[in-house]
C-alpha cells in the first residue's frame, strides 16, 4: 500500500521563498510527481523526480531522498498567482495524490 | 502537441440518463487515466489503460464503463449516475518519448447528476 502526508495549509508572503513537505510509505517507488492545482481547474505538471537530489525548473525545485521517504517542493519569489493547492503523487504501477497543501500568499 | 482535450466541459444529467466523457490526446502516450475529483479533494485514480487495455480498475461501481477504442481515445461511459457522482472528471496521459516523466491532465468534465 501507499501513505502520502503533506500538511493541509501553508502562508506566505509575496516574494517570499516557501518550503512544501511531502513524506511518503510505499511498497514500490517509480518516481514522484509535484502538481500545482488552481480551484476549479485541472492539475498541472511541475516535476517529476525518480533519483535522489534537487531538480531546479525557474523559480520552482524539487527535492527527493528515497530513503527518507521525503520529497519538498521549493518555491521562491512568491507572486499572488503561486497561491494554489500543491500535490505530491507518487508513482508505482499507477500514480496516486497525496491530499495537497492550500498555499496562501499574502501581499 | 502536448496536449490533452476534454469533451463535454460541463454535463448535467439525470438518474436515469446515459452519457459519455471523452477524451483525446495526440503525444503517442500509452496509458491513460480517468481520475474522479470532488471539491477540495485531490483526484482519485478510477482506471488505468496501457497500451489500450485495461490494467487498473480501482473498484469502480459499474455504472461507470470504461472504454478505449484507440491509443489516442478514453472515453467514459455513465449509466444510472447518483447525485453523489457529481464531481469533476479528469483524463490523464503518460509515457512516450521525451515526455515519459509527465502527467498532462485535460481540463476535465465537470459533471451535475439531479
Known amino acids: 500500500g501507499q501513505n502520502i502526508d503533506q500538511p493541509t495549509e501553508m502562508t506566505a508572503t509575496e516574494g517570499a521563498i516557501v518550503q512544501i513537505n511531502c513524506t511518503y510509505q510505499?511498497?514500490?517507488?517509480?518516481?514522484l510527481f509535484w502538481y500545482q492545482q488552481h480551484a476549479g481547474e485541472a492539475p498541472t505538471f511541475l516535476s517529476y523526480?525518480?533519483?535522489?537530489g534537487l531538480e531546479e525548473k525557474g523559480r520552482f525545485s524539487s527535492f527527493l531522498s528515497r530513503s527518507k521517504g521525503y520529497s519538498y517542493l521549493l518555491l521562491k519569489e512568491l507572486q499572488m498567482k503561486d497561491s494554489a493547492s500543491y500535490l505530491c503523487?507518487?508513482?508505482?504501477?499507477?500514480?496516486?495524490f497525496g491530499k495537497g497543501t492550500r498555499l496562501h500568499i499574502l501581499p | 502537441d502536448t496536449e490533452v482535450t476534454q469533451t463535454p466541459k460541463h454535463l448535467v444529467m439525470g438518474m436515469t440518463n446515459k452519457k459519455s466523457l471523452k477524451c483525446e490526446q495526440h503525444?503517442?502516450?500509452?496509458?491513460m487515466y480517468w481520475y474522479k475529483q470532488k471539491a477540495k479533494k485531490p483526484p482519485e485514480l478510477m482506471f488505468v489503460y496501457s497500451y489500450e487495455k485495461l490494467s487498473i480498475n480501482e473498484s469502480v461501481p459499474s455504472r461507470f464503463s470504461p472504454e478505449c477504442p484507440n491509443s489516442s481515445l478514453l472515453n467514459l461511459h455513465l449509466h444510472a449516475l447518483q447525485p453523489e457522482d457529481s464531481a469533476l472528471y479528469l483524463c490523464?496521459?503518460?509515457?512516450?518519448?521525451?515526455?515519459?516523466?509527465?502527467?498532462?491532465f485535460g481540463p476535465g468534465t465537470r459533471l451535475t447528476v439531479l
Open positions: 510505499t511498497s514500490g517507488f517509480n518516481g
Open positions: 523526480n525518480v533519483l535522489d
Open positions: 490523464a496521459s503518460t509515457g512516450g518519448g521525451s515526455s515519459y516523466n509527465e502527467q498532462f
Open positions: 503525444m503517442g502516450h500509452r496509458a
Open positions: 503523487a507518487l508513482r508505482d504501477d499507477k500514480i496516486i
